[in-house]
Protein backbone atom coordinates (compact mmCIF):
# COMPACT_ATOMS: atom_id res chain seq x y z
CA UNK A 1 0.00 0.00 0.00
CA UNK A 2 2.65 2.45 1.29
CA UNK A 3 4.81 1.28 -2.40
CA UNK A 4 1.30 2.50 -4.44
CA UNK A 5 1.18 5.57 -2.48
CA UNK A 6 4.64 6.10 -2.71
CA UNK A 7 4.28 6.15 -6.41
CA UNK A 8 1.17 8.17 -6.97
CA UNK A 9 2.06 10.80 -4.50
CA UNK A 10 4.74 13.49 -5.61
CA UNK A 11 7.97 13.75 -3.34
CA UNK A 12 6.92 17.49 -2.43
CA UNK A 13 10.77 17.35 -0.26
CA UNK A 14 10.74 20.34 1.92
CA UNK A 15 8.10 22.18 -0.17
CA UNK A 16 5.06 19.60 1.45
CA UNK A 17 3.94 22.32 3.75
CA UNK A 18 3.67 24.95 1.00
CA UNK A 19 2.33 22.89 -2.00
CA UNK A 20 -0.25 20.87 0.80
CA UNK A 21 -1.27 24.02 2.31
CA UNK A 22 -1.77 25.90 -0.70
CA UNK A 23 -4.29 23.11 -2.04
CA UNK A 24 -6.05 22.23 1.69
CA UNK A 25 -6.85 25.87 1.93
CA UNK A 26 -8.35 25.92 -1.43
CA UNK A 27 -10.30 23.25 -1.12
CA UNK A 28 -11.21 23.86 1.92
CA UNK A 29 -12.58 27.40 1.19
CA UNK A 30 -14.73 26.30 -2.18
CA UNK A 31 -16.29 23.43 -0.16
CA UNK A 32 -17.20 25.92 1.95
CA UNK A 33 -18.54 27.99 -0.69
CA UNK A 34 -20.20 25.47 -2.32
CA UNK A 35 -21.97 23.71 0.91
CA UNK A 36 -22.85 27.16 2.05
CA UNK A 37 -24.77 27.98 -1.70
CA UNK A 38 -26.29 24.83 -1.92
CA UNK A 39 -28.06 24.62 1.50
CA UNK A 40 -29.09 28.48 1.25
CA UNK A 41 -30.99 27.27 -1.88
CA UNK A 42 -32.46 24.40 -0.73
CA UNK A 43 -33.39 26.39 2.31
CA UNK A 44 -35.08 29.32 0.64
CA UNK A 45 -37.23 26.70 -1.97
CA UNK A 46 -38.27 24.51 0.59
CA UNK A 47 -39.70 28.10 2.45
CA UNK A 48 -41.50 29.10 -1.01
CA UNK A 49 -42.97 25.46 -1.86
CA UNK A 50 -44.33 26.10 1.34
CA UNK A 51 -45.71 29.26 1.22
CA UNK A 52 -46.65 28.66 -1.93
CA UNK A 53 -48.71 25.77 -1.16
CA UNK A 54 -50.09 27.21 2.33
CA UNK A 55 -52.15 30.27 -0.36
CA UNK A 56 -53.13 27.28 -3.07
CA UNK A 57 -54.93 25.38 0.40
CA UNK A 58 -56.30 28.82 1.13
CA UNK A 59 -57.44 29.12 -1.86
CA UNK B 1 -35.63 35.40 -30.39
CA UNK B 2 -33.93 38.11 -27.88
CA UNK B 3 -31.23 37.59 -25.36
CA UNK B 4 -33.46 40.07 -23.19
CA UNK B 5 -35.67 37.72 -22.59
CA UNK B 6 -33.84 35.54 -20.01
CA UNK B 7 -34.13 38.99 -17.97
CA UNK B 8 -37.30 37.91 -17.07
CA UNK B 9 -37.06 35.91 -13.95
CA UNK B 10 -39.87 32.90 -14.87
CA UNK B 11 -37.60 32.65 -18.36
CA UNK B 12 -34.35 32.71 -16.15
CA UNK B 13 -35.39 30.04 -14.24
CA UNK B 14 -36.91 27.34 -16.87
CA UNK B 15 -33.40 28.05 -18.90
CA UNK B 16 -31.17 27.31 -15.94
CA UNK B 17 -32.83 24.91 -14.00
CA UNK B 18 -32.01 22.06 -16.58
CA UNK B 19 -28.53 23.54 -16.94
CA UNK B 20 -27.28 23.55 -13.50
CA UNK B 21 -26.44 19.35 -13.56
CA UNK B 22 -24.56 19.37 -16.42
CA UNK B 23 -22.87 22.41 -14.88
CA UNK B 24 -22.05 21.14 -11.39
CA UNK B 25 -20.86 17.53 -13.42
CA UNK B 26 -18.72 19.56 -15.89
CA UNK B 27 -17.08 21.40 -12.94
CA UNK B 28 -16.63 18.32 -10.82
CA UNK B 29 -14.54 16.89 -13.84
CA UNK B 30 -12.66 19.29 -14.83
CA UNK B 31 -11.70 20.49 -11.56
CA UNK B 32 -10.35 16.50 -10.67
CA UNK B 33 -8.54 16.39 -13.75
CA UNK B 34 -6.94 19.66 -13.92
CA UNK B 35 -5.97 19.82 -10.12
CA UNK B 36 -5.28 16.27 -10.55
CA UNK B 37 -2.87 16.61 -13.50
CA UNK B 38 -1.16 19.46 -11.94
CA UNK B 39 -0.46 18.32 -8.62
CA UNK B 40 0.43 13.89 -9.50
CA UNK B 41 1.48 14.48 -13.02
CA UNK B 42 3.24 17.97 -13.44
CA UNK B 43 7.39 17.91 -12.81
CA UNK B 44 8.95 20.38 -10.41
CA UNK B 45 10.22 23.62 -11.79
CA UNK B 46 13.90 24.25 -12.39
CA UNK B 47 14.04 26.78 -9.86
CA UNK B 48 10.82 26.64 -7.57
CA UNK B 49 10.94 23.48 -7.46
CA UNK B 50 8.27 21.31 -5.83
CA UNK B 51 5.82 24.94 -5.02
CA UNK B 52 5.25 25.07 -8.72
CA UNK B 53 2.33 23.03 -7.86
CA UNK B 54 0.82 25.87 -6.25
CA UNK B 55 0.84 27.73 -9.56
CA UNK B 56 -2.76 25.45 -10.75
CA UNK B 57 -4.78 27.00 -7.78
CA UNK B 58 -3.43 30.50 -7.22
CA UNK B 59 -3.71 31.43 -10.92
CA UNK B 60 -6.87 30.18 -11.45
CA UNK B 61 -8.11 31.82 -8.37
CA UNK B 62 -6.71 34.97 -8.95
CA UNK B 63 -7.71 35.07 -12.84
CA UNK B 64 -11.45 34.22 -11.42
CA UNK B 65 -11.20 37.19 -8.59
CA UNK B 66 -10.52 39.98 -11.16
CA UNK B 67 -13.30 38.66 -13.84
CA UNK B 68 -15.87 38.06 -11.19
CA UNK B 69 -15.93 41.45 -10.64
CA UNK B 70 -15.97 42.22 -14.65
CA UNK B 71 -18.60 40.22 -14.35
CA UNK B 72 -20.39 41.98 -11.75
CA UNK B 73 -19.76 45.45 -13.75
CA UNK B 74 -21.60 44.11 -16.89
CA UNK B 75 -24.23 43.20 -14.65
CA UNK B 76 -24.49 46.43 -13.05
CA UNK B 77 -24.52 48.09 -16.48
CA UNK B 78 -27.03 46.40 -17.62
CA UNK B 79 -29.07 46.98 -14.10
CA UNK B 80 -28.39 50.86 -14.62
CA UNK B 81 -29.06 51.01 -18.08
CA UNK B 82 -31.91 48.36 -18.51
CA UNK B 83 -32.78 47.99 -15.02
CA UNK B 84 -33.54 44.14 -15.36
CA UNK B 85 -33.62 42.66 -11.72
CA UNK B 86 -32.22 39.76 -12.52
CA UNK B 87 -28.59 41.41 -13.86
CA UNK B 88 -28.70 42.80 -10.50
CA UNK B 89 -29.66 39.73 -8.32
CA UNK B 90 -26.79 38.09 -10.74
CA UNK B 91 -23.72 40.61 -9.58
CA UNK B 92 -25.13 40.20 -5.86
CA UNK B 93 -24.77 36.25 -6.36
CA UNK B 94 -21.47 36.64 -7.60
CA UNK B 95 -19.86 39.03 -5.24
CA UNK B 96 -19.21 36.07 -2.55
CA UNK B 97 -17.73 33.95 -5.00
CA UNK B 98 -15.76 36.75 -6.16
CA UNK B 99 -14.38 37.63 -2.57
CA UNK B 100 -13.87 33.97 -1.84
CA UNK B 101 -11.44 33.99 -5.13
CA UNK B 102 -9.66 36.66 -3.87
CA UNK B 103 -8.86 35.02 -0.25
CA UNK B 104 -7.81 32.03 -1.96
CA UNK B 105 -5.65 34.39 -4.36
CA UNK B 106 -4.33 36.58 -1.25
CA UNK B 107 -3.57 33.14 0.86
CA UNK B 108 -1.86 31.00 -1.93
CA UNK B 109 0.13 33.73 -2.80
CA UNK B 110 0.98 34.20 0.58
CA UNK B 111 1.99 30.61 1.07
CA UNK B 112 3.78 30.56 -2.17
CA UNK B 113 5.14 33.46 -1.26
CA UNK B 114 7.07 32.59 2.02
CA UNK B 115 9.20 30.04 0.17
CA UNK B 116 10.34 32.12 -3.21
CA UNK B 117 10.40 35.43 -2.18
CA UNK B 118 11.12 35.13 1.92
CA UNK B 119 8.16 36.69 2.73
CA UNK B 120 4.42 36.14 3.21
CA UNK B 121 3.39 39.86 2.07
CA UNK B 122 5.01 42.86 0.53
CA UNK B 123 3.48 45.77 -0.61
CA UNK B 124 3.73 45.24 -4.34
CA UNK B 125 1.56 46.66 -6.60
CA UNK B 126 -0.25 43.78 -7.94
CA UNK B 127 -0.40 42.38 -3.79
CA UNK B 128 -1.54 45.38 -2.89
CA UNK B 129 -4.42 45.96 -5.97
CA UNK B 130 -5.55 42.56 -4.73
CA UNK B 131 -6.00 43.59 -1.32
CA UNK B 132 -8.18 46.30 -2.23
CA UNK B 133 -10.01 44.19 -4.41
CA UNK B 134 -10.91 42.10 -1.94
CA UNK B 135 -11.59 45.28 0.65
CA UNK B 136 -14.13 46.21 -2.46
CA UNK B 137 -16.02 42.93 -2.02
CA UNK B 138 -16.32 43.64 1.16
CA UNK B 139 -17.86 46.33 0.56
CA UNK B 140 -19.84 45.97 -1.87
CA UNK B 141 -21.56 42.55 0.14
CA UNK B 142 -21.77 44.76 3.26
CA UNK B 143 -23.64 47.15 1.43
CA UNK B 144 -26.24 45.29 -0.41
CA UNK B 145 -27.18 44.01 3.31
CA UNK B 146 -27.27 47.42 4.58
CA UNK B 147 -29.99 48.80 2.34
CA UNK B 148 -33.30 47.45 2.80
CA UNK B 149 -35.14 48.93 -0.28
CA UNK B 150 -33.78 46.22 -2.81
CA UNK B 151 -33.92 48.98 -5.81
CA UNK B 152 -31.29 51.29 -4.17
CA UNK B 153 -29.33 49.03 -2.85
CA UNK B 154 -29.11 47.85 -6.53
CA UNK B 155 -28.25 51.34 -7.73
CA UNK B 156 -25.86 52.04 -5.05
CA UNK B 157 -23.85 48.70 -4.79
CA UNK B 158 -23.98 49.29 -8.84
CA UNK B 159 -21.70 52.28 -8.43
CA UNK B 160 -19.61 50.87 -5.96
CA UNK B 161 -18.93 48.61 -8.68
CA UNK B 162 -17.86 50.92 -11.31
CA UNK B 163 -15.22 52.24 -9.03
CA UNK B 164 -14.39 49.30 -7.77
CA UNK B 165 -13.81 47.96 -11.92
CA UNK B 166 -10.49 50.31 -11.70
CA UNK B 167 -8.58 47.83 -9.09
CA UNK B 168 -10.00 44.99 -10.55
CA UNK B 169 -7.95 46.29 -13.94
CA UNK B 170 -5.27 47.53 -12.11
CA UNK B 171 -4.76 44.02 -10.48
CA UNK B 172 -4.76 42.05 -13.60
CA UNK B 173 -1.95 44.78 -15.08
CA UNK B 174 -0.56 46.22 -12.38
CA UNK B 175 2.54 43.65 -13.52
CA UNK B 176 2.48 45.48 -16.93
CA UNK B 177 2.15 49.35 -15.76
CA UNK B 178 5.08 48.83 -12.73
CA UNK B 179 8.14 46.36 -13.07
CA UNK B 180 9.15 47.42 -9.89
CA UNK B 181 7.89 44.48 -6.78
CA UNK B 182 7.88 40.71 -6.33
CA UNK B 183 5.22 39.19 -8.48
CA UNK B 184 6.32 38.10 -11.48
CA UNK B 185 4.85 38.69 -14.97
CA UNK B 186 1.73 36.96 -15.93
CA UNK B 187 1.80 32.91 -16.45
CA UNK B 188 -0.85 32.90 -19.01
CA UNK B 189 -0.13 34.53 -22.65
CA UNK B 190 -1.38 33.86 -26.06
CA UNK B 191 2.69 33.87 -27.13
CA UNK B 192 4.09 30.31 -26.90
CA UNK B 193 7.27 30.98 -25.71
CA UNK B 194 6.61 34.05 -22.85
CA UNK B 195 3.95 32.03 -21.28
CA UNK B 196 5.07 28.58 -18.80
CA UNK B 197 5.92 25.60 -19.86
CA UNK B 198 4.01 23.38 -21.70
CA UNK B 199 3.90 20.59 -19.09
CA UNK B 200 2.37 23.40 -16.59
CA UNK B 201 0.54 25.19 -19.43
CA UNK B 202 -2.09 22.46 -20.63
CA UNK B 203 -2.97 21.27 -16.84
CA UNK B 204 -3.24 25.10 -15.79
CA UNK B 205 -6.11 25.67 -19.03
CA UNK B 206 -7.66 22.61 -17.28
CA UNK B 207 -7.65 23.91 -14.01
CA UNK B 208 -8.92 27.69 -15.20
CA UNK B 209 -11.86 25.74 -16.96
CA UNK B 210 -12.81 24.20 -13.53
CA UNK B 211 -12.89 27.41 -11.98
CA UNK B 212 -14.49 29.19 -14.73
CA UNK B 213 -17.16 26.38 -14.95
CA UNK B 214 -17.53 26.37 -10.82
CA UNK B 215 -17.78 30.27 -10.69
CA UNK B 216 -20.74 30.30 -13.45
CA UNK B 217 -22.16 27.02 -11.84
CA UNK B 218 -22.06 29.12 -8.27
CA UNK B 219 -23.38 32.36 -9.92
CA UNK B 220 -26.28 30.82 -11.63
CA UNK B 221 -27.52 28.55 -8.65
CA UNK B 222 -27.23 31.59 -6.01
CA UNK B 223 -28.45 33.68 -8.55
CA UNK B 224 -32.17 31.13 -8.65
CA UNK B 225 -32.01 31.70 -4.97
CA UNK B 226 -31.95 35.37 -5.06
CA UNK B 227 -34.91 35.09 -7.23
CA UNK B 228 -36.47 32.83 -4.76
CA UNK B 229 -36.03 34.76 -1.94
CA UNK B 230 -37.54 37.94 -3.57
CA UNK B 231 -40.31 36.35 -4.18
CA UNK B 232 -40.65 34.75 -1.18
CA UNK B 233 -40.59 38.16 0.49
CA UNK B 234 -42.82 39.35 -2.16
CA UNK B 235 -45.94 36.35 -0.89
CA UNK B 236 -44.59 37.25 2.87
CA UNK B 237 -45.42 41.45 2.00
CA UNK B 238 -48.73 40.19 0.41
CA UNK B 239 -49.47 37.72 3.62
CA UNK B 240 -49.12 40.17 5.81
CA UNK B 241 -51.29 42.91 4.52
CA UNK B 242 -54.32 40.26 3.72
Redo the contacts between chains.
Sequence with gaps: MSAILAAIVPDLDRYAGTVLGAYAVTLALIAVLVGASWSRSVRVRRALERLEAARREKR | MSLWRYANPAEFMRLTGPMLPVLWALTAVCLVVG?GWG??LTPDDYQQ???V??LF??VP?ALMAINAWLMMLVASLVWFVRRHHVSALAARAAA??GA?MT??AL??GA??G??MWGTWWAWDPRLTSFFILFLFYLGYIALWSAVEDPDTAADLTAVLCLVGSVFALLSRYAVFFWSQGLHQGPSLSMDAASHVDTAFYRPLLVAIAGFVL?FVS?VL??T??EI??R??RA??AL?ARA
Excluded: D, N, Y
Design positions: LFFGATKVVHAPVTVIVTIWEPLLTRRTRLRLLQE
